[in-house]
């Protein structure tokens, strides 16, 4: 999983303290289940809660929450996009400990979709999609009709596969 790794840097870039405290710093997946169909492909997608975990923060919340805002923004789109998944999408708690510090718990509902081609000579080419070159909702109707048991239903916008169901 790619993910977790970019929004830890996206939150140090936002708060510069914990580039020399990187201890203060959690992130982990608590949470994860794996998404497959049984097309003809082994695609699936990891589907996971990733956790942000600042300890001892003395920091301004406005520039982590815009931190985090921007990198859903670009990486997981569909929870500012999609007003189904806006509630639920980035939650958090707040344990505060003092006058001045606090430990914040930040969960994004996250998704990374992982293309698996079968090749001609019997090995697999596996590639992570990278979501923030994705245009939002990346599928699109193909107007062949379905009663063909050949017809293209939907084209992937994130490999460019088209997708096909026989009967």
Known sequence: ???????????????????????????????????????????????????????????DADALFIALVEWVRKYQPDLVLNPDERGNGITYEVDILDNATVDVSVKIQLTESVVVKDNADGTRTVKHVDDSSVPPFGYTNVAEPACDPDAIIAKSMRDGDQVQVWP
Do not use: H, Q, W
């Open 1 to 59: 999983m790619i993910k977790p790794a970019s929004l830890r840097a996206a939150i140090v870039k936002a708060i510069p303290a914990l580039a020399t405290d990187p201890d203060k710093l959690t992130v982990m997946i608590d949470a994860g289940s794996i998404a497959a169909t049984g097309a003809l492909s082994l695609s699936f997608e990891y589907r996971y809660t990733c956790n942000a975990i600042l300890l001892d923060f003395a920091g």
